[in-house]
């Protein structure tokens, strides 16, 4: 089932929180809507559902329109952040809820709800909870099964707002490639709200980077990181140096950075200020001339070896080489406001 959105816009008050947007989500993706707090994610993602109305503007299913159609017309499955699962259910009657609400005539028999559930629990690998309640799951677990429960009434799309969100950094870790093996498993289309970029750069097809109600980039996690189509998206994923030139904004990413021995043709100098380790790769600060920062990353192994043959210590003077530099003409003022 594909999903089209065209020229969608819609507003709260005076704030468009969704500008003119025009997007297409192929039968089978996985998308991915990244963008910062209050970028208008969560709207659009409602929109789609058929939870919220758009002021103008189509969305389309199948190549059919389906603004004008309810949620439960669309078949759409949620997965929220704080998924509510019915507390005083098992696990088994959680998955088995949608089901056992059809209207007579399309409800399956509870021979057939029963294998479907069990089917669905091993999906997600939790068959062996199928008696418990709740509370008694951890945070992760919730969530497996709260995409169990969307899953069971066969979804045409599966719709999902930071479904990981509440969850410790350890197991969003471990939910995100189990939710990509999942999805290559099912192949159903389905959109994912998240504002953490490496979420979406792990988990999806494709990228969809928003700011302001506006899309500012459509493409695969390469594209969008490799070839960013603004300085907002540049930045939004990933840290970055900022350089001056006369007319253009340099950016550097601190990894793109190198130190060299001599200054040399494409070189910049800064004075070394502070050094962290953080596992296998080694942190630089360096102080600039007009008085800003530069920030480095360089593999440990590499560190160690400049430290050793350059006697690197806070205080010296490096020159940095870049391997790499990203150019948009139009002079950023303040590149954090833009975060
Ligand atoms: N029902 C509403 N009434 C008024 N304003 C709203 C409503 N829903 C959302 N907004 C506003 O619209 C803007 C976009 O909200 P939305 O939830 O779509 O953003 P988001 O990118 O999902 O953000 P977050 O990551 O914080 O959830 C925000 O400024 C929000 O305050």
Redesign the pocket.
Known sequence: MSIEVRDLNKR??H?K?CDNLNLTVESGELVALL??????????LRIIAGLDVPDSGQVLFHGEDATSSSARERRVGFVFQHYALFPQMNIFENVAFGLRVRPKDTRPSDAQIKAKVMELLKLVQLDWLADRYPHQLSGGQRQRIALARALAVEPKVLLLD?PFGALDAKVRKELRRWLRRLHDEMHVTSVF?T?DQDEAMEVSDRIVV?NEGRIEQVGSPDEVYDKPASPFVLQFLGDVNLFHGRSEALYVRPHELDIVEHAGDGTWSATLAQVLTLGPVTRLELKRDDEGTVDVELPRARWLQLRDTLQLAPGQRVHLQPRRVTRFSEPVDDPAALI
Not at 35 to 44: A, D, H, Q
Request: aromatic fraction near 6%; hydrophobic fraction near 30%.
């Open positions: 709260y008050g704030l929180v963008g910062p707090s209050g970028s208008g994610k969560t709207t659009l930071e709200v504002h928003m």
